[in-house]
T-cell receptor, first 114, second 111 residues
């Protein structure tokens, strides 16, 4: 079984719709992250959480919100989707008790906003 | 602003050759350095980490770090077509341990 899972894997939605991307992990890591990746632009950090009660904005948080429901679950919401949010979204985890700056990525969600 | 720069490529090498991938970073306080491999449409996976100046070898991969010149490189010996992927350089600075990623270098290994 995958250690970091993301649902859905693919999503097509329309402008203005609210959508949620979900991430779950069985690695027991305390830190979780959401990234988006656009062709040729590398990985950009959207939000990150160091524990259940900790939420922090990344470099491109506008238009997004997150919820850390449990240590193992971290969801990303697009309140009103727009076409330039079309991208590949990755959830990642890291372990503050181990190699804290090593990131473990989920399989990704390909989001298309029409 | 922390910057991590990579040549986007593509870097094309013949099978069996040595592929050399380079990365420069702007923050002299950077502490940890990583190379991730990402196949098209897949998620990044860690292949090497390096924390001190010099070389670190793992199988066909060698990471090289030069903090004075602020660059880190990845050498892939005996390149195989299965090495064809995008290689992301990542650097962390300070106590947050959150990496900054470069845009990646596309590597093509042709038979």
């Amino acid at each position: 079984d995958a250690d970091v899972t993301q649902t859905p894997r693919n999503r097509i939605t329309k402008t203005g719709k609210r959508i949620m991307l979900e991430c779950s992990q069985t690695k027991g890591h305390d830190r979780m992250y959401w990234y988006r990746q656009d062709p040729g632009l590398g990985l950009q950090l959207i939000y990150y959480s160091f524990d259940v009660k900790d939420i922090n904005k990344g470099e491109i948080s506008d238009g997004y919100s997150v919820s850390r429901q449990a240590q193992a679950k971290f969801s990303l919401s697009l309140e009103s989707a727009i076409p330039n949010q079309t991208a590949l979204y990755f959830c990642a985890t890291s372990d503050s008790g181990g190699a804290v700056d090593t990131q473990y990525f989920g399989p990704g969600t390909r989001l298309t906003v029409l | 602003q922390k910057e991590v720069e990579q040549n986007s490529g593509p870097l094309s090498v013949p099978e069996g050759a040595i592929a050399s991938l380079n990365c420069t970073y702007s923050d002299r306080g950077s502490q940890s350095f990583f190379w991730y491999r990402q196949y098209s449409g897949k998620s990044p996976e860690l292949i090497m980490s390096i924390y001190s100046n010099g070389d670190k070898e793992d199988g066909r991969f060698t990471a090289q770090l030069n903090k004075a010149s602020q660059y880190v490189s990845l050498l892939i010996r005996d390149s195989q077509p299965s090495d064809s992927a995008t290689y992301l350089c990542a650097v962390t600075t300070g106590g947050s341990y959150i990496p900054t990623f470069g845009r990646g270098t596309s590597l093509i290994v042709h038979p």
